[in-house]
């Protein structure tokens, strides 16, 4: 069975860091580019992040440039989001999601795998 399962959300105060991880199961992340996107109430889903094969390609969203950080280990089959310097408005469930390409995308439709998502609240 494929599976994406995303873990590390929680609540943080504004300034804090949280680590989240998307690990996958059934099938290798090597040849895949990953994205990390997120969705507050009432809001689309929007791409924050993504990161070609190799990990030597990254992209960020305008609104959290500088904060967050993709990387990723293949020998755990696994990706990670270091959120560092956490606002209010980052709260949302955040996804991981592999798309069959070398190539990044910051598009929903490009990704053919989706987590369940992790809840990260920034709150005082």
């Known amino acids: 069975q494929l599976q994406l399962v995303e873990s590390g959300g929680g609540l943080v105060q504004p300034g804090g860091s949280l680590r989240l991880s998307c690990a996958a199961s059934?099938?290798?992340?090597?040849?895949?580019?990953i994205g990390w996107f997120r969705q507050a109430p009432g809001k689309e889903r929007e791409g924050v992040s993504c990161i070609n094969p190799s990990g030597g390609s990254t992209i960020y969203a305008d609104s959290v440039k500088g904060r967050l950080t993709i990387s990723r280990d293949n020998a755990k089959n696994t990706v990670y989001l270091q959120m560092n310097n956490l606002k209010p408005e980052d709260t949302a469930i955040y996804y991981c999601a592999a798309r069959n390409s070398y190539a990044c995308s910051s598009f929903r439709r490009d990704y053919g795998y989706w987590g369940q998502g992790t809840q990260v609240t920034v709150s005082s």
């Open positions: 059934g099938f290798t992340l090597d040849y895949r580019s």
